[in-house]
């Protein structure tokens, strides 16, 4: 029987299903040649998904797995607006530059003159964020050396080798040499490092907020002093960018004497993922710029708005605007108040599984969530087994933990990443630092010893 003669009576379609194989004939790499019914089509693809894993188990992404009933409900509600279409939904892009400026104000970007709005746009997410401010340093490059009547060809972005891959991607599709350094003494880029690798050809530096090997922020004030001291000396003028694809929705709250963003004059760009400690669901992120000079006008394009026409600066033409107003929601709902809770939660949460994770006396810790809330820790001894072995036999209890190694100059240590984030509660912690026990006796109980002393 099949199914498409079935629109009304979801059980018997569902029974005919299991009876005929109804949807299990459904081609899964072709289009189906014939209509399904809603509801079978849709426990069909529901029991597809039951395979992935489970979210609130997974300690290895950054992104927001969980959000208010009430942010359900306004992304529901704003599923069909299109954020490009800014004459049909110009309350949306009012809340897009309402973000832009809290944020601008949260990173202390100087107030632009005349009451203006903070330079900047929500992305898909930071790596739309990084093409953008990377497109932004190479064509400041460019118009500099062609300025100068200088050669303008061979173009490099100076970065430790623990950059996120989007930073090889920008290099890689925009044609510039990536510069990574490999990690020397520390689990990033260093000061003298970092000014040590610029030439007349360095568009800028990337300085990370933080790692997401171990969650580490890097000394970005350091950094741009470093940067500081190099121009003094050699007249090399280098721009700063801080990738805070993490950090720039915890240090705002949490480090507030840190100087990371606009305070510091070198600081020319700064980019962050909503959808990371923004508290939001994929896809929305943002990229700044400290003011319009950093950001070269033939990037812009002007789309139709309300009779005039607006400025815009994206890849895409065409997105959702459900995520952007979602962003705005929590900013509301939440206040700085609540922002620094639920982030203070996250990090004493990752405070105390690094801490159980260290009275196991087997682990060393590469770093505590003490900047973010993530605790990267290696085997400290040969045992007989691995991090990639612990990842393994914890992925039996549901938990997902990534293990891989570190970059080039540390690449020889590896390690496994929790990442806590908001959802994640003190009883979960309890619950997988117990796993985190029986996983380490079931693997010692496997040690190769033992099974060589039954042959
Ligand atoms: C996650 C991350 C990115 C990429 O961000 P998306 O929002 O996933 O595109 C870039 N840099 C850092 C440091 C990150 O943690």
Same mark, same amino acid.
């Given at each position: 029987?099949?199914?498409?003669?079935?629109?009304?009576?979801?059980?018997?379609?569902?029974?005919?299903?299991?009876?005929?194989?109804?949807?299990?004939?459904?081609?899964?790499?072709?289009?189906?040649?014939?209509?399904? &019914?809603?509801?079978?089509?849709?426990?069909?693809?529901?029991?597809?998904?039951?395979?992935?894993?489970?979210?609130?188990?997974?300690?290895?992404?950054?992104?927001?797995?969980?959000?208010?009933?009430?942010?359900?409900?306004?992304?529901?509600?704003?599923?069909?607006?299109?954020?490009?279409?800014?004459?049909?939904?110009?309350?949306?892009?009012?809340?897009?530059?309402?973000?832009?400026?809290?944020?601008?104000?949260?990173?202390?970007?100087?107030?632009?003159?005349?009451?203006?709005?903070?330079?900047?746009?929500?992305?898909?997410?930071?790596?739309?964020?990084?093409?953008?401010?990377?497109?932004?340093?190479?064509?400041?490059?460019?118009?500099?050396?062609?300025?100068?009547?200088?050669?303008?060809?061979?173009?490099?972005?100076?970065?430790?080798?623990?950059?996120?891959?989007?930073?090889?991607?920008?290099?890689?599709?925009?044609?510039?040499?990536?510069?990574?350094?490999?990690?020397?003494?520390?689990?990033?880029?260093?000061?003298?490092?970092?000014?040590?690798?610029?030439?007349?050809?360095?568009?800028?530096?990337?300085?990370?907020?933080?790692?997401?090997?171990?969650?580490?922020?890097?000394?970005?004030?350091?950094?741009?002093?470093?940067? &500081?001291?190099?121009?003094?000396?050699?007249?090399?003028?280098?721009?700063?960018?801080?990738?805070?694809?993490?950090?720039?929705?915890?240090?705002?709250?949490?480090?507030?004497?840190?100087?990371?963003?606009?305070?510091?004059?070198?600081?020319?760009?700064?980019?962050?993922?909503?959808?990371?400690?923004?508290?939001?669901?994929?896809?929305?992120?943002?990229?700044?710029?400290?003011?319009?000079?950093?950001?070269?006008?033939d990037l812009i394009f002007s789309v139709d708005y309300l009779g005039g026409s607006m400025p815009t600066f994206a890849l895409n033409f065409s997105r959702p605007a459900a995520q952007v107003i979602a962003q705005y929601y929590t900013l509301v709902r939440y206040g700085f108040e609540g922002y620094?809770?639920?982030?203070?939660?996250?990090?004493?949460?990752?405070?105390?599984?690094?801490?159980?994770?260290?009275?196991?006396?087997?682990?060393?810790?590469?770093?505590?969530?003490?900047?973010?809330?993530?605790?990267?820790?290696?085997?400290?001894?040969?045992?007989?087994?691995?991090?990639? &072995?612990?990842?393994?036999?914890?992925?039996?209890?549901?938990?997902?933990?990534?293990?891989?190694?570190?970059?080039?100059?540390?690449?020889?240590?590896?390690?496994?990443?929790?990442?806590?984030?908001?959802?994640?509660?003190?009883?979960?912690?309890?619950?997988?630092?117990?796993?985190?026990g029986k996983s380490v006796e079931r693997l010692n109980g496997k040690v190769p010893d033992k099974v060589a002393f039954h042959h």
């Open positions: 029987m099949s199914l498409h003669r079935h629109h009304s009576n979801r059980d018997a379609t569902i029974q005919d299903a299991a009876f005929d194989g109804g949807l299990g004939s459904i081609p899964r790499h072709k289009l189906p040649q014939r209509t399904s &019914d809603a509801h079978a089509a849709l426990e069909f693809v529901r029991d597809e998904l039951m395979l992935d894993g489970n979210a609130r188990q997974n300690l290895a992404t950054f992104v927001t797995t969980w959000m208010e009933p009430q942010a359900v409900e306004l992304i529901q509600e704003s599923l069909e607006k299109n954020i490009i279409d800014k004459d049909e939904y110009p309350q949306s892009a009012e809340i897009e530059r309402r973000c832009v400026n809290i944020l601008a104000n949260l990173w202390h970007a100087p107030e632009p003159t005349g009451g203006a709005d903070a330079v900047g746009c929500s992305t898909t997410g930071s790596s739309e964020a990084a093409m953008l401010a990377g497109m932004a340093l190479k064509w400041r490059w460019r118009a500099r050396r062609a300025a100068a009547g200088l050669d303008a060809t061979k173009p490099n972005l100076v970065m430790g080798a623990n950059v996120q891959v989007c930073w090889e991607k920008f290099a890689r599709y925009w044609d510039v040499e990536a510069r990574l350094i490999p990690l020397d003494g520390a689990t990033h880029l260093t000061p003298a490092q970092a000014a040590a690798a610029c030439d007349e050809n360095t568009i800028g530096v990337v300085a990370v907020l933080g790692s997401t090997f171990d969650g580490s922020y890097e000394p970005v004030a350091q950094i741009a002093a470093a940067l &500081d001291a190099l121009a003094a000396s050699t007249g090399l003028d280098v721009p700063l960018h801080v990738d805070a694809a993490s950090g720039g929705f915890i240090a705002p709250f949490l480090d507030q004497d840190l100087l990371w963003d606009f305070r510091l004059d070198r600081v020319k760009s700064i980019n962050s993922s909503g959808h990371k400690y923004g508290l939001v669901y994929p896809g929305v992120g943002w990229v700044l710029w400290r003011s319009a000079e950093d950001l070269p006008e620094r809770s639920i982030q203070q939660r996250s990090r004493d949460i990752a405070g105390a599984i690094a801490k159980g994770v260290a009275d196991l006396g087997l682990f060393t810790l590469l770093s505590r969530g003490e900047e973010l809330p993530v605790l990267a820790f290696s085997v400290s001894a040969p045992n007989g087994w691995s991090v990639y &072995d612990l990842s393994h036999e914890l992925r039996s209890f549901g938990w997902i933990v990534p293990a891989y190694p570190m970059p080039e100059g540390m690449a020889e240590i590896d390690v496994l990443r929790v990442v806590v984030r908001n959802g994640f509660t003190f009883d979960l912690a309890g619950m997988f630092l117990a796993d985190l």
